[in-house]
């Protein structure tokens, strides 16, 4: 028997994010495996086993008296100290789960996904909530605003909070349509949304900036346009066949919709040809 070879993360990927119940634990870790191929499933399974530990720890009471915000934060915050500062906005490994277990430090998104896995397999009635700008948690009705800053180690939030943060990211006022609870596959696309703004202002990793787009592809919903950003990063990384034809494909379908966006993307390709030369 042929020896077993590598795991495609990638597939696996794709398989976990099309299920009817996607794990969100698991797509956040496959991202790390993509990232670094050197992470293996053991790795993997150490985070899984670090959630579930830290998900024992979470006393049982609560389930009585219905405080998970105030029991997290005394266990997660407080105890294991997981929260946020701003240089972590500058490190790859904030937005992969696995460095964020063992740095305990991390992106708003990544804590808020710590949060919720460690809840939901306490029982907790949690979620997500996408503000612009950042990412925190809830328990409960959504409409009672029960509300947790990960990044900030738990610190309750109030409705007057929520409205602020959104005010310093956008200027504008708190709608209630950014209070519906984001799905798994959602919170995975910002997750890799703050990859490719990492990578953006750094072209020597561009490499980091296709996986992310690449994994972004898998989703069954994400934006049409990340097929034309592909399509420019494999030019960028000297790709240019196959950097055009992906040009000339979005350009189809950019036909029925912007036909003057069509022009400048064919012209784009054919640039693009012209440096095979």
Same mark, same amino acid.
């Given at each position: 028997?042929?020896?077993?070879?590598?795991?495609?993360?990638?597939?696996?990927?794709?398989?976990?994010?099309?299920?009817?119940?996607? @794990?969100?634990?698991?797509?956040?870790?496959?991202?790390?495996?993509?990232?670094?191929?050197?992470?293996?499933?053991?790795?993997?399974?150490?985070?899984?086993?670090?959630?579930?530990?830290?998900?024992?720890?979470?006393?049982?009471?609560?389930?009585?008296?219905? @405080?998970?915000?105030?029991?997290?934060?005394?266990?997660? &915050?407080?105890?294991?100290?997981?929260?946020?500062?701003?240089? @972590?906005?500058?490190?790859?490994?904030?937005?992969?789960?696995?460095?964020?277990? !063992?740095?305990?430090?991390?992106?708003?998104?990544?804590?808020?996904?710590?949060?919720?896995?460690?809840?939901?397999?306490?029982?907790?009635?949690?979620? &997500?909530?996408?503000?612009?700008?950042?990412?925190?948690?809830?328990? &409960?009705?959504?409409?009672?605003?029960?509300?947790?800053?990960?990044?900030?180690?738990?610190?309750?939030?109030?409705?007057?909070?929520?409205?602020?943060?959104?005010?310093?990211?956008?200027?504008?006022?708190?709608?209630?349509?950014?209070?519906?609870?984001?799905?798994? &596959?959602?919170?995975?696309?910002?997750?890799?949304?703050?990859?490719?703004?990492?990578?953006?202002?750094?072209?020597?990793?561009?490499?980091?900036?296709?996986?992310?787009?690449?994994?972004?592809?898998?989703?069954?919903?994400?934006?049409?346009?990340?097929?034309?950003?592909?399509?420019?990063?494999?030019?960028?990384?000297?790709?240019?066949?196959?950097?055009?034809?992906?040009?000339?494909?979005?350009?189809?379908?950019?036909?029925?919709?912007?036909?003057?966006?069509?022009?400048?993307?064919? !012209?784009?390709?054919?640039?693009?040809?012209?440096?095979?030369?």
């Amino acid at each position: 028997m042929e020896p077993a070879g590598p795991p495609d993360r990638r597939r696996e990927f794709a398989e976990e994010a099309r299920s009817e119940r996607p @794990d969100l634990a698991r797509l956040c870790l496959l991202i790390g495996a993509v990232a670094d191929p050197s992470v293996t499933e053991e790795d993997l399974q150490r985070a899984e086993i670090e959630l579930d530990r830290l998900a024992g720890l979470v006393p049982y009471a609560t389930r009585v008296t219905g @405080d998970w915000a105030g029991e997290l934060a005394a266990l997660l &915050g407080r105890r294991e100290g997981f929260e946020g500062v701003p240089a @972590d906005y500058q490190r790859l490994e904030s937005s992969l789960l696995h460095e964020v277990l !063992r740095r305990r430090r991390g992106l708003p998104i990544l804590l808020s996904v710590v949060w919720m896995e460690v809840a939901r397999r306490a029982g907790a009635p949690v979620y &997500g909530l996408g503000l612009p700008g950042h990412f925190v948690v809830g328990f &409960g009705d959504p409409a009672e605003l029960n509300l947790a800053d990960p990044f900030a180690g738990g610190r309750p939030l109030t409705g007057a909070d929520a409205e602020l943060l959104v005010a310093s990211a956008t200027g504008e006022s708190l709608d209630r349509s950014m209070l519906r609870p984001a799905d798994p &596959g959602a919170i995975v696309l910002r997750i890799l949304n703050n990859i490719r703004a990492w990578a953006a202002p750094r072209p020597e990793r561009s490499d980091v900036a296709l996986w992310a787009v690449e994994l972004s592809l898998l989703l069954p919903s994400h934006p049409a346009r990340l097929r034309y950003e592909r399509a420019e990063l494999l030019v960028r990384r000297g790709d240019f066949l196959t950097g055009a034809v992906e040009m000339e494909a979005y350009a189809r379908v950019m036909d029925a919709v912007d036909p003057d966006a069509a022009v400048t993307i064919r !012209r784009r390709a054919q640039a693009a040809r012209a440096r095979l030369n």
